[in-house]
Nanobody
Framework: VQLQASGGGLVQAGGSLRLSCTAS????????MAWFRQAPGKERDFVAV????????ALVDSVKGRFTISRANARNTVYLQMNSLKPEDTAVYYC????????????????WGKGTQVTVSS
């Protein structure tokens, strides 16, 4: 399974970005997808997960009300809409194929994509 993320960049605080991640290769017949992020010198932390049909989502408390996860299965793509960005959101963002677990941990991820850098300036 290959995961290709895009959409990162530099944005001012209060701005918005939309990340995309497309899965290809031998993907499971059904799979949840997730986003994690890793700031310099810190662990890779869970951000959001969405179930196969998109009917269930879970987000970390720090992004609730600001970030939205969605998916388009016809395009094998998951999105992370990030609004009202803060400097503390600065990190490399990684998409993943994983089981649907509300408190997903990095160790539970099946496949990782390469990260995309998000930088929020104050």
């Amino acid at each position: 399974v290959q995961l290709q993320a895009s959409g990162g960049g530099l944005v001012q605080a209060g701005g918005s970005l939309r990340l995309s991640c497309t899965a290809s290769g031998r993907t499971p017949s059904t799979y949840a997808m997730a986003w994690f992020r890793q700031a310099p010198g810190k662990e890779r932390d869970f951000v959001a997960v969405i179930s196969w049909r998109g009917t269930n989502t879970a987000l970390v408390d720090s992004v609730k009300g600001r970030f939205t996860i969605s998916r388009a299965n016809a395009r094998n793509t998951v999105y992370l809409q990030m609004n009202s960005l803060k400097p503390e959101d600065t990190a490399v963002y990684y998409c993943a194929v994983a089981p649907y677990i509300q408190d997903l941990r990095a160790q539970q991820v099946n496949y990782w994509g390469k990260g995309t850098q998000v930088t929020v300036s104050s």
